[in-house]
């Protein structure tokens, strides 16, 4: 009976161990497969048709011939085949339109375009109040990748309303002040628009951290002027090291 039950017991787990190894090497190397794509990979070499393979939300491969078993194949055969373009200039701060991340979060225009990540607040507008703008992001759960710019404008607005004049020390600290909260809370840098009134003064901060800085001019002029001279200070200042 011993023996007979250890038999059994080898069996059983022999069973176990065959079964095992045949689930493993049926479960397929990749979710979703992109055959013979023009692949464009950023790095800013040439194009190459190769196979992107993914599993999960997660970009496992990049070969020819990658194995297609258990994978959903699209085609990509004379078509492009990129990373995720960066749209920094897209307005995405909620709106009374609700065309925004929070109220279209199934972003469409943006991904039948190929846009993946989105900012938010150029131009020096947008909310100060960071957190509370990546919190109602989050819970919308928008198709896209968003961050968030602070705007000089706003900041300006917060401390001094649409005053055109200078801003006095006390008023220059706190607008560092919101600065250095909002890149707290998660903003990727500074925006403004020195095309607008309020940001022509051009009397904020740039001290907060190390950041990015991006400035949209947009006087169709190509001379050299004060806001211009100002905006490339700023962003020299920006740069890490």
């Not at 705007?151 to 055109?164: F, K, W």
């Not at 925006?191 to 907060?208: D, E, H, K, P, Q």
């Not at 006087?219 to 490339?232: F, I």
Request: proline share 4%; hydrophobic share 40%; with cysteine.
């Amino acid at each position: 009976m011993r023996v007979r039950a250890g038999i059994l017991v080898t069996l059983v787990a022999l069973s176990l161990a065959i079964w095992q190894i045949r689930t493993t090497s049926q479960a397929p190397s990749f979710d979703l497969l992109i055959r013979n794509g023009r692949v464009v990979d950023g790095t800013g070499n040439p194009w190459f048709v190769s196979d992107v393979g993914i599993k999960g939300d997660t970009i496992a491969a990049v070969d020819a011939g990658l194995d297609t078993a258990g994978a959903h194949v699209i085609d990509a055969t004379g078509l492009v085949v990129a990373p995720g373009f960066i749209d920094v200039h897209s307005h995405a701060e909620a709106r009374g339109d609700y065309q925004d991340a929070i109220g279209n979060p199934a972003t469409e225009n943006n991904i039948r375009q190929g846009v993946t990540t989105i900012f938010a607040s150029p131009d020096g507008g947008g909310s100060v109040h960071v957190a509370e703008y990546l919190s109602k992001v989050t819970a919308a759960r928008p198709a896209v990748n968003v961050g968030t710019f602070i705007g000089h404008g706003s900041v300006r607005s917060e401390v001094i309303g649409q005053a055109d004049r200078a801003a006095t020390g006390d008023e220059m600290q706190r607008m560092r002040s919101l600065v250095r909260t909002g890149m707290d809370e998660g903003a990727f840098g500074l925006s403004t628009g020195l095309f607008y009134a309020r940001s022509r003064a051009c009397s904020v901060c740039t001290s907060a951290r190390k950041r990015s800085f991006r400035s949209r001019m947009r006087s169709g002029r190509c001379r050299p002027s004060p806001p211009a001279a100002w905006a490339c200070r700023t962003a020299a200042s920006c740069r890490p090291g």
